[in-house]
């Protein structure tokens, strides 16, 4: 059984770090795109960040130089390092990887940044 379990999230101050993990089981990660999104109340799920199985990596312009997402196979598990948080940033984030058309996401992990 395929499944993704984010964690590391929490409540945070503006400019402070945390760093997300989603590790996979059922699967292996190191051949797929694996992506990481996030959800605000009341808005839309958006994407944050993306790594490819060669490493290559894409960013929404908003977190560019800000957020590094990174992946260790020999864990199966994709990070997400997120510095300078900002407060727009608050929202459940979620990790996401597609196999043959079909998305599998994860249960979401609740990032707040406040003073």
């Known amino acids: 059984q395929m499944q993704l379990v984010e964690s590391g999230g929490g409540l945070v101050q503006p400019g402070g770090s945390l760093r997300l993990s989603c590790a996979a089981s059922?699967?292996?990660?190191?051949?797929?795109?694996v992506g990481w999104y996030r959800q605000a109340p009341g808005k839309e799920r958006e994407f944050v960040a993306d790594i490819t199985s060669l490493g290559n990596t894409h960013y929404r312009d908003s977190v560019k130089g800000r957020f590094t997402i990174s992946r260790d196979n020999a864990k199966n598990t994709v990070y997400l390092q997120m510095n300078s948080l900002e407060p727009e940033d608050t929202a459940v984030y979620y990790c996401?990887?597609?196999?043959?058309?079909?998305?599998?996401w994860g249960q979401g992990t609740q990032v707040t940044v406040s003073s």
């Open positions: 059922g699967i292996i990660f190191s051949i797929r795109t």
């Open positions: 996401e990887t597609t196999i043959s058309t079909r998305q599998y």
